[in-house]
């Protein structure tokens, strides 16, 4: 690579590490105000909040509540108690329920008191815990993903805004110069093909200097006003960056969205392996122990509670197929998504291959302009050519150079929209 593809790749590293603090600040700003990002990281709290309580079913949760009979209620000429009931329980407890129930009546014939404490353990037979589990390290997966996607699109659209006021600007200064010196030609020109080929300059350069005051003006305020600064910023980062990228033509490792599928299939294969149950109802069983204090006696039930629809419109059935064609859907979605990914990455390499060729081919343009421009002044110098002759050389060679920073830019952002492919997997795997 030359120095000068050097000096024209610098805001690339702008993905590799931070640059400054104006780089910190004005990305934390645009993170802070970016509404993908906002919505990304509150899907991910909730992601990671699911996956967690998957993970650890052995921590229940703890709830305390009341349940009741209330109101005024005569029998026979007698007032009858209210009851209410205060529970503690303990819910998802390596998939039952343990809770703690103490009644309290009040309010009838005999005196308020405390009724016979009891304790009921229930669970249901069939739990899909493994499934759930899966689905929700699948969820935390793509959540993570599209937080980090979120990002990369603004730290992306930082650098491009960077590459583009850089530019700009430099379109701005360069056709002033060139505007300078064919305004002064305009005055002492005499022929008229001469006059008439200023005055197209004349607009031409006109035309892009408004083109780009434009486009500068449509840009963030603080990236424009920070251009200079933050342009060669990224200059002592440059070897750093080139080592990090892939050799040509590297396949993509698996991305986020794969692995989350492999995760999907398997909970679609096991929930395969149950699809006999939407055809046999999910009892609960309960195992209860009450105390007697009055009689100091323990009492104990065990009861199996179940309800199953005997006709049912099809639902069961449906709901049986949908479990059996569960994983060959998956795994096909599966191969669909590897498919995409090897698309993306070898059409983006060969995005980045053309975009070379281009490089090389502007370079050559812009070495035969220098050459011509050498000859002229020379040529000049001996009074065999004219002053505007030699100005609309230099002028196509300020124009040529223009082109060339602008399709190393446009190299640059195809260099990080591959990257993208392969940071986001190496992050993913650093987990």
Request: aromatic fraction near 6%; hydrophobic fraction near 45%.
């Amino acid at each position: 690579m030359t120095r000068a593809h050097a000096l024209l790749l610098l805001p690339l590293l702008a993905v590799v590490a931070p640059l400054a603090a104006d780089w910190d600040a004005s990305y934390a700003a645009r993170l802070e105000e970016n509404l993908a990002y906002r919505q990304a990281l509150t899907q991910l709290r909730q992601a990671e909040l699911k996956a967690a309580q998957e993970e650890r079913p052995y921590l229940p949760y703890l709830g305390v509540g009341t349940s009741g009979q209330f109101g005024v209620s005569i029998l026979d000429g007698e007032l009858q108690a209210s009851v209410i009931t205060t529970e503690l329980r303990f819910e998802n407890l390596l998939g039952a329920d343990l809770t703690f129930a103490v009644p309290l009546s009040f309010g009838g014939a005999s005196p308020a008191g405390l009724g016979n404490p009891s304790v009921t353990l229930s669970r249901r037979i069939f739990e899909e815990t493994q499934s759930s589990l899966l689905k929700a390290r699948a969820a935390l997966i793509r959540a993570r993903a599209s937080m980090e996607k979120a990002a990369s699109d603004v730290r992306l659209g930082l650098v491009t805004d960077i590459l583009d006021a850089y530019r700009s600007v430099r379109v701005v200064e360069s056709h002033r110069r060139n505007l300078a010196v064919l305004e002064r030609l305009r005055e002492v020109t005499r022929s008229e093909t001469d006059a008439r080929a200023v005055e197209r300059r004349i607009l031409q350069a006109r035309r892009a200097i408004l083109q780009a005051d434009a486009a500068l003006q449509a840009m963030d305020a603080e990236v424009r006003a920070n251009v200079e600064a933050l342009y060669p910023e990224a200059q002592e980062r440059i070897r750093t960056w080139v080592r990090s990228m892939p050799p040509k033509g590297s396949p993509a490792p698996s991305s986020a969205e794969l692995e989350a599928q492999r995760l999907e299939l398997e909970a679609a294969e096991r929930e395969r392996a149950l699809a006999f149950l939407p055809y046999v109802p999910n009892p609960t069983l309960s195992a209860s122990l009450t105390y007697d204090p009055d009689e100091r006696k323990l009492g104990w039930r065990f009861s199996v509670l179940f309800s199953t629809d005997v006709i049912d419109r099809g639902e069961r059935a449906t709901a049986a197929f949908l479990r059996r064609e569960g994983p060959a859907i998956e795994r096909m979605t599966l191969e669909s998504a590897k498919k995409s990914l090897e698309r993306s990455v070898a059409s983006a390499w060969t995005a980045l291959e053309v975009l070379d060729v281009d490089r090389q081919i502007q370079a050559l343009d812009v070495e035969d302009v220098r050459e011509t421009a050498k000859r002229w002044q020379a040529l000049f110098s001996r009074g065999f050519v004219s002053e505007e002759d030699l100005a609309m050389v230099e002028i196509d060679l300020a124009v040529e150079e223009l082109d060339a920073v602008e399709i190393e830019h446009e190299y640059v952002k195809q260099q990080l929209k591959l990257l993208r492919y392969y940071g986001s997997a190496r992050a993913e795997g650093a987990r």
